[in-house]
C-alpha cells in the first residue's frame, strides 16, 4: 500500500468540515456544492478549498456538466482505505 495515498487521504478526513461533506456526500449517490455550502454553513470559497482538499486527496470525484458540480465518493479509495486499516488490526 502507498503510505503517500493513506497520508494525504487521512488527512483530508481529519478535519471536521471535510470529514462532514465524506458523511454527507456518503448518504447519497451524488452531493453539489451548493447543498455542501448549506450544509456546513461555510462561505462558497471555503467549501471550495476543502472539495479540492478530498478530491485531490482520492476521497470524492469531481464531476462538472456545464455549470453542475456533482461529488461522489470514490469507493475505490474507501475500499483501499479498509483494507489497509484491516491489517493494522
Same mark, same amino acid.
Request: aromatic residues 4%; charged residues 20%; proline residues 2%.
Given at each position: 500500500? *502507498? $503510505?503517500?495515498?493513506?497520508? =494525504?487521504?487521512? +488527512?483530508?478526513?481529519? *478535519? =471536521?468540515?471535510? /470529514?462532514s461533506?465524506?458523511? $454527507?456526500?456518503?448518504r447519497?449517490?451524488?452531493?453539489?456544492?451548493? *447543498?455542501? #455550502?448549506?450544509? !456546513?454553513g /461555510?462561505?462558497?470559497? !471555503?467549501?471550495?478549498?476543502?472539495? =479540492?482538499?478530498?478530491?485531490?486527496?482520492?476521497?470524492?470525484?469531481? *464531476? =462538472? #456538466?456545464?455549470? +453542475?458540480?456533482?461529488? #461522489?465518493?470514490?469507493?475505490?479509495?474507501?475500499?483501499?482505505?479498509?483494507?489497509?486499516?484491516?491489517r493494522?488490526?
Open positions: 500500500m *502507498d $503510505a503517500v495515498m493513506i497520508e =494525504k487521504a487521512a +488527512n483530508a478526513i481529519a *478535519d =471536521k468540515h471535510r /470529514l461533506i465524506l458523511l $454527507a456526500a456518503s447519497q449517490p451524488a452531493i453539489q456544492c451548493c *447543498d455542501i #455550502t448549506e450544509l !456546513t /461555510l462561505s462558497q470559497p !471555503t467549501v471550495s478549498h476543502h472539495i =479540492k482538499i478530498l478530491v485531490d486527496s482520492g476521497i470524492l470525484i469531481y *464531476d =462538472k #456538466t456545464g455549470r +453542475n458540480v456533482q461529488l #461522489t465518493v470514490n469507493k475505490e479509495m474507501m475500499k483501499y482505505l479498509s483494507s489497509f486499516f484491516s493494522l488490526s
